[in-house]
């Protein structure tokens, strides 16, 4: 079935470069997706990358995707303290939204001022 | 644009009362709503998919007379859990079907006592 599994825990400096890593299982995943949740809040849509795609650069945010190692990667430049949340990554394999997401466990981030 | 409310976005009732939640699409049509739910410091699991003016499909293990989904509109989905007990108390999230991807609301935080 399908998996999707990231790290529990990441802690960086404010103004360091944050990576938040994801490996999935489905090969015929066709979007990826990264979701940002604040403590007692729902989630909000950060970015998402089409499987065809290696990059994608928003702002601060960068999104590497390694389709054959089934790697995916948030990258979130000069670290800010409101950027202290959990990320979760998310999969697709229609890119419909009139499929549920397949969600990992969620990244902690803590940003040390 | 894509904005998802939930109404309420907190409570707390006694044991064996019902509760409904609303999910709405403010500024979009949505024929598929998801309902999720999110124990503390997990992720979101999926309970049921609506679809506007037909029946929900529900995942494995969530009952479906526990959990009753109502899609009457295009805009609004909702959830009653019905003969609330303890072990109810979560955080419930809705997301609407958006193109390409799904739209969350903010949560509804559910505490039975």
């Known amino acids: 079935g399908e998996d999707v599994e990231q790290s529990l825990f990441l802690s960086v400096r404010e103004g360091d470069s944050s990576v938040i890593n994801c490996t999935y299982t489905?090969?015929?995943?066709?979007?990826l997706y990264w979701y940002k949740q604040e403590p007692g809040a729902g989630l909000q849509l950060l970015t998402y990358?089409?499987?065809?795609?290696d990059m994608k650069q928003d702002q601060r945010l960068t999104v590497l995707l390694n389709k054959k190692d089934k790697h995916l990667s948030l990258r979130i430049a000069d670290t800010q303290t409101g950027d202290s949340a959990i990320y979760f990554c998310?999969?697709?394999?229609?890119?419909?939204?009139?499929?549920?997401?397949?969600f990992g466990k969620g990244t902690r981030l803590s940003v040390i001022a | 644009g894509a904005v998802v409310s939930q109404h309420p976005s907190w409570v707390i009732c006694k044991s064996g009362t019902s509760v409904k939640i609303e999910c709405r699409s403010l500024?979009?049509?949505?024929?598929?709503m998801f309902w999720y739910r999110q124990f503390p410091k997990q992720s979101l699991m999926l309970m049921a998919t609506?679809?506007?003016?037909?029946?929900?499909?529900?995942e494995q293990g969530v009952e479906k007379d526990k959990f009753l989904i109502n899609h009457a509109s295009l805009t609004l989905s909702t959830l009653t859990v019905t003969s609330a007990h303890p072990e109810d108390s979560s955080f419930y999230i809705c997301?609407?079907?958006?193109?390409?991807?799904?739209?969350f609301g903010p949560g509804t935080r559910l505490l039975v006592l």
């Open positions: 997301s609407a079907n958006g193109g390409e991807t799904q739209y």
């Open positions: 489905d090969s015929s995943s066709t979007y």
């Open positions: 990358i089409f499987s065809n795609m």
């Open positions: 998310a999969e697709s394999t229609t890119g419909s939204g009139n499929t549920p997401l397949v």
């Open positions: 500024d979009f049509q949505a024929t598929t």
């Open positions: 609506s679809n506007e003016g037909s029946k929900a499909t529900y």
